[in-house]
């Protein structure tokens, strides 16, 4: 940032003394003093670009996020040369590149992109955060991106129908990303930015995307998936081909889908992603599951429990036999439950194994077995032989079919712990669901002890979050004055910190059901989960998802649109 915009800003006295002399400061360690001020809200970046927008007789785009720019406009004007003129392609019409700046005092920075670029050059203005989340979106992860092509023109010398670009990947196996250099293969540093960058960032899965006319990366991020970078398509076919080479997969077969694992080094950290390809119209879309043990905290107590929720469940799992089990969609932290459970367990004087497909982490002093269905290695087929193991407790990934459940339930009730986990909506519809699978609803109710059902919600930003009212009539249609809610509550605005979402992080919420007596003859009775469910609620205290949704809310964790999206009634 000039010099010549904390002036001018001090001058027309939109910053004090105080911070003019601080800006010094910043300035002498290599800060940015205007960014500084506006994340600090000691700024107004609204006012700042109404105010720049008017002095320099230049357009103004607000929120420069909601601009969808083509990948060939991006493509015009290589990451070093936008980093080094501070700007953004956003726009190309008859010779004329349009790009965005945010400091136009900067502008005759545009000077070596004409000159690169033998265009004219016009310039609109955006504020700072956009320009920022924009510029993220379009060269992070791949800052070598525009290099990387030139280079791989040259080197791999691709024409259409060879697959020269294939060979040429294949003597570059490198698995430890921050290491390349310039002169190494392009291919395999657009791989590897693409890789630190998601980790970078606290990604938990990544989307590689072939299109007919793009190709394009997003970043799935506190559960919502976020556009990031789109690569030329001269090169879809060399970087599914890398992805790969480092899974292990067959480089031949592009027809049917395919898993296969990466371990990567970034600096001492070491990172496992979980691969699968997928044939689709215009290529193999190809889906990282990003598994980083520095990111996993296997602590009952951090997930999110209440305390008396948390008491029911560590009273399931400290029974000798039975089954507890763990409910939600796909990405709703099941697994983490599970594993913090085992861990929990985790004794020197007992024998712990799970069956997996896949195992996500290895876990130490617990004996984990992967499910390998082309071999005959099916759930049912490794759980019967874990059972002559001598095995105290079993974690059974997921019970899918009738034959898996029937196996679970037979050791449940033959003296043995059995964890695992099913994909319904809450705690008392899992019961039916093992009811329609075909195990006996008298078999059920012998095996099954308790019984969670859990969702992810995401946590508001703390930087940017801000208070709402929210109207009376509505905490009483939600029922929120039950629980000891007020009208305050905090609403979701967006910055830089956040990426313009107002959520970062996320937070688990549970509903915890204790398999009571009560409760099992109304399953041998045939009662409906409906009935089970107001009886649950109504005789011992059961709370629901939408519940403890709404209780999270009342702390400020996150916000009523959240809390009500991600449950119901």
Partial sequence: MSRKLVELLYKERLITQSQYSEAEVIFRSNGDAIRQFIERKQLSESKL????????????????????????????????????????????????????????????????????????????????????????KYYAGTQTMGRALEQFKKDAQISAGKDESIQFIEQHQVHEVGSDSAEDAPIISVVNGILAEAVRVGASDIHVEPYEKDFRVRFRMDGTLVDITHIPMEMRRAVVARLKIMSRMDIAESRVPQDGRIKIKIGIKEVDFRVNTLPTLFGEKVVLRILSKGNLKLDLRALGFEDTQLEIFRRGISQ??????????????????????????????????????????????????????????????????????????????????????????????????????????????????????????????????????????????????????????????????????????????????????????????????????????????????????????????????????????????????????????
Avoid at 358 to 363: G, Q, R
């Fill in 320 to 569: 000798p036999n039975g089954m507890v089990l763990v409910t939600g969609p796909t990405g709703s932290g099941k697994t983490t439950t599970l594993y913090s459970a085992l861990m929990e367990l985790n004794k020197v004087s007992d024998n712990l194994s799970t069956v997996e497909d896949p195992v996500e982490y290895n876990l130490e002093g617990i004996n984990q077995v992967q499910v390998n269905k082309d071999i005959g290695l099916s759930f049912a087929a490794v759980l019967r032989a874990l059972l002559r193991q001598d095995p105290d407790t079993v974690l059974v990934g997921e019970i899918r079919d009738f034959e898996t459940g029937e196996v679970a339930v037979q050791a449940a009730l033959t003296g043995h712990l059995v964890l695992s986990t099913l994909h319904t909506n809450d705690t008392v519809s899992t019961i039916t669901r093992m009811v329609n699978m075909g195990i006996e609803p008298f078999l059920v109710t012998a095996s099954v002890n308790t019984i969670v059902a859990q969702r992810l919600l995401r946590t508001l930003c703390k930087a940017c979050r801000q208070q709402a009212k929210i109207p009376n009539e509505k905490i009483e249609s939600l029922g929120i004055s039950k629980i000891g809610g007020s009208g305050s509550f905090f609403h979701a605005k967006g910055c830089k910190e956040c990426n313009m979402t107002g959520y970062k992080g996320r937070v688990a919420i549970y509903e915890v059901l204790e398999f009571h007596s009560d409760l099992k003859e109304m399953v041998l009775a045939g009662n409906t989960a409906i009935e089970i469910k107001r009886s649950a609620i109504q005789n011992f205290g059961l709370q629901t998802l939408r519940i403890s949704a709404l209780k999270k809310a009342i702390l400020g964790l996150t916000s009523i649109e959240e809390a009500v999206s991600m449950t119901s009634e």
């Fill in 49 to 136: 670009l109404q105010f720049l927008s008017q002095k320099f007789s230049m357009t103004a785009l607000p929120n420069l996020t909601k601009f969808e720019i083509k990948p060939e406009i991006i493509a015009m004007v290589n990451p070093d040369l936008a980093r080094k003129s501070q700007c953004i392609p956003i726009r190309y019409d008859r010779g004329i590149l349009v790009v965005a700046i945010a400091d136009p005092t900067q502008i005759n920075l545009l000077d070596d992109l004409r000159f690169a670029t033998k265009l004219n050059v016009e310039a609109v203005l955006t504020g700072f955060a956009s320009f920022d989340l924009c510029f993220m």
